[in-house]
């Protein structure tokens, strides 16, 4: 149970420090935050620093997210069941390079048979992003950041999934950017982030395209466009 504070007095973020970390999330669901200290600047080219025991023994257990952020940021961690857990940075348990981790559901009531499929850090919550939701099989949705300000640790439901379906990709856009999709059998598509319309938490969303019978999602990323615009003008094919 959540303690929250009486007017004037501290919150538990208050008394944190705004480090830089690093977080490490492994397939077999494990999570650890490291002080970004821990990994000095090295030359180019040498052999790098173990940064985990994952991926010794299995597949299961090899890194699927690492990043940086700050420690009061919000981490926004999303399931393949279209649930979404927000919790701060600094909550994550601290370890060392080579420790394991701790199990995900000691520090957010993920259900053992689910998985972590996507994590955001968030700062703030502008009113002008959206989080973009894309599943398996093909159905995609955005929704205001703002709707997710006030998540807990405790989850919510942000997708309603058909059975069989699976919560793959959830990444931040704005209307000025593009998204592309593309499917295991080469299919691809790209359109205008602006042109999908917002909906609510708990909504299915919308075909991103027609998929032919045994293909699914391979892959969705968010393109911005001024980005994008710029590498194609700086890019031409020319040496």
Not at 98 to 119: C, F
Not at 212 to 219: L, R, S
């Amino acid at each position: 149970t959540a303690i929250e504070p009486e007017e004037g007095e501290l919150a538990e973020i208050d008394l944190v420090k705004n480090s830089r970390s690093v977080i490490v999330v492994t397939r077999g669901g494990y999570v650890k935050r490291m002080p970004l200290k821990t990994f000095g600047s090295q030359k180019r080219g040498t052999r790098g620093k173990k940064g985990t025991t994952a991926g010794s023994n299995t597949e299961d257990n090899e890194v699927s997210h690492c990043f940086t952020c700050n420690d009061h940021d919000t981490l926004l961690m999303v399931t393949q069941r279209g649930i979404a857990y927000g919790v701060r940075a600094f909550e994550v348990p601290t370890g060392t390079r080579t420790a394991k981790g701790v199990p995900i559901p000691s520090v957010l009531p993920v259900k053992a048979d689910d998985v972590v499929t996507s994590v955001l850090t968030l700062s703030s919550f502008s009113e002008d992003e959206y989080c973009v939701l894309a599943t398996e099989k093909g159905w995609i949705k955005k929704t205001p950041l703002a709707a997710f300000e006030k998540l807990t640790s405790r989850g919510l439901i942000i997708a309603t999934l058909e059975e069989g379906d699976r919560l793959r990709w959830c990444q931040i856009c704005t209307d000025d950017d593009d998204i592309l999709i593309g499917s295991t059998k080469g299919v691809a598509t790209r359109f205008e982030a602006e042109k999908l319309r917002a909906t609510g938490r708990t909504s299915r969303g919308v075909r991103s395209m027609k998929l032919k019978d045994g293909d699914t999602i391979a892959e969705m990323n968010v393109l911005a466009k001024k980005k994008d615009e710029g590498d194609e003008k700086g890019n031409n094919g020319s040496e």
